[in-house]
């Protein structure tokens, strides 16, 4: 068994690099080992999403370059495997295993633990799959095998599903309800890490804030319901009792006060004040928000059911940054959702300027089977309107960000070291707590102020850094100390 190398593709998310993880850590108990090298592969397994078109369109087009290459290297490779992880695999079933006959091995997002027996009745000549679903599957007891950049961040799954079911989104269709991943086995892992040296490390989930663990009876557990942000609803029974997502907060930045705490992705309406209030008290929780609106029409984000109004949303925005000054926020849009009118996407665009985030994840509209709006709503945007709008978007953000940016200049900023510049070999980049990205010349530093030995800056290394000037998207330096 350990001469079958394996190869991973990871496409999509965070959370499908936390799955990359996962099914990695079962399969090299299982005896399989893994390549970073293509050519070298016995099985390539690719971790994929659904959650747009586009996304599913760039794993076709894989499969079939993967497909032809396993008919040229027939002679010299003749049992290469290819299988498909993660949302792919449960949306597609079908049509990947039995009418494309691009694959010899289906896993959906709750099967990993199958993968050995799967891949073991592909090395029989049989096409295998799993894509059931869970509502217990949280893979607890797995200890995911990190693959980090230098080792200095990573990624903690602490739950995995949606119960939101957004009316535009797939994702509670093929990653299943939520469930929380017990709170003890989320320190273990972070305590773990903090062993390795790790830096930084971002929670993990597709609702990240809803985190709610009812397994833990050694602590004490909240007796009320679920408590909204002030103006927001959901579409099912609020939860009662257990850990809540600030406990788990609570006690994960307790474990190593340098190491930086992060998450995502959450929902506005799962911010009430305590974990707003947990934010601005812990120096190593970063102060930098995921706050996703998706549009800034009260009409759309109804068509959208994402149970809040602009209003709403604005009060949320206006409540985080008085009780966390100086907060930097990050947003999700979507352009050209069904029905929107051309005054609908002016408000999103007011909404953009109004809030003013420094980072943006930007799309146009994908229908997507299964959904809510597939079922109920009709896709009237044209394309070329869905394209324009999203330029114009983008436009918009690129200015807000800018001020965001600009804004820095003349501070000293933490910055965690992430490695060399993509620009030049001469700088390095990292980000400081806001996430906004620093770029800087490469230099040595003493180790202590008052001592002349000097050694090099490193991946995982804080220090801190003036700010000379600010672009889109990163903030240039000259200026340098060590922390």
Not at 24 to 48: F, M, N
Not at 67 to 82: D, E, F, G, Y
Not at 352 to 358: D, F, I, T
């Amino acid at each position: 068994m350990c001469s079958i190398l394996l190869y991973f593709e990871t496409y999509g998310c965070q959370m499908n690099i936390s799955d990359t993880e996962i099914a990695w850590s079962i399969l090299q108990k299982a005896g399989y080992s893994r390549t970073h090298e293509l050519p070298e592969a016995d099985v390539v397994l690719l971790v994929t999403c659904s959650i747009r078109e586009k996304a599913e369109q760039t794993i076709w087009n894989r499969l079939k370059h993967l497909t032809a290459l396993k008919k040229r290297c027939q002679k010299h490779k003749p049992l290469l495997k290819i299988g498909v992880l993660g949302c792919m695999a449960e949306r597609l079933k079908t049509k990947l295993l039995e009418q494309e006959k691009l694959v010899d091995v289906l896993a959906g997002p709750d099967a990993y633990r199958d993968l050995p027996r799967l891949l073991s009745l592909g090395y029989r000549g049989q096409r295998a799959s799993n894509v059931l679903l869970s509502l217990e599957e949280t893979y607890a007891d797995v200890m995911p095998v990190h693959q980090t950049p230098e080792g200095h961040s990573a990624f903690v799954s602490i739950m995995r599903g949606c119960d939101n079911m957004c009316s535009y989104c797939i994702v509670p269709f093929t990653r299943g309800r939520e469930r929380s991943r017990p709170l003890s086995s989320i320190l273990e892992e972070v305590r773990m890490l903090s062993d390795q040296g790790v830096k930084e490390v971002t929670l993990l989930g597709q609702n990240v804030n809803s985190y709610r663990d009812f397994s833990e009876q050694h602590f004490i557990c909240s007796e009320g319901s679920t408590q909204l942000s002030r103006g927001f609803k959901t579409v099912y029974r609020t939860k009662q009792g257990g850990l809540l997502f600030s406990d788990l907060l609570d006690k994960v930045s307790q474990i190593d006060p340098d190491m930086r705490i992060r998450f995502t992705s959450p929902h506005p309406k799962d911010f009430p004040d305590e974990v707003l209030q947990l934010i601005q008290e812990r120096r190593n929780i970063c102060k930098q928000i995921h706050l996703p609106a998706q549009s800034g029409s009260s009409r759309v984000l109804h068509a959208m059911r994402r149970g809040y109004t602009r209003e709403a949303y604005l009060d949320l925005v206006e409540n985080i940054r008085e009780i966390i000054p100086g907060v930097n926020l990050s947003s999700d849009f979507i352009t050209g959702f069904c029905g929107e009118t051309e005054e609908d996407h002016q408000e999103t665009l007011s909404l953009v300027r109004e809030v003013g985030y420094n980072v943006g994840f930007l799309f146009a509209y994908s229908m997507r089977k299964k959904t809510h709006a597939y079922h109920r709503l009709q896709d009237d945007v044209p394309a070329p309107v869905k394209q324009r709008r999203l330029e114009e978007l983008i436009s918009v953000f690129r200015e807000e960000a800018a001020k965001v940016n600009m804004a820095l200049i003349g501070s000293t900023q933490l910055v965690l070291v992430e490695g060399e510049s993509k620009r030049s070999s001469e700088e390095l980049c990292g980000r400081n707590d806001g996430n906004v990205k620093v770029v800087f010349p490469k230099t040595d530093l003493p180790i202590q102020p008052e001592k002349p030995q000097m050694v090099p800056i490193t991946s995982g290394d804080y220090v801190l850094v003036k700010v000379n000037y600010g672009q889109h998207g990163h903030v240039d330096e000259i200026y340098k100390s060590s922390t």
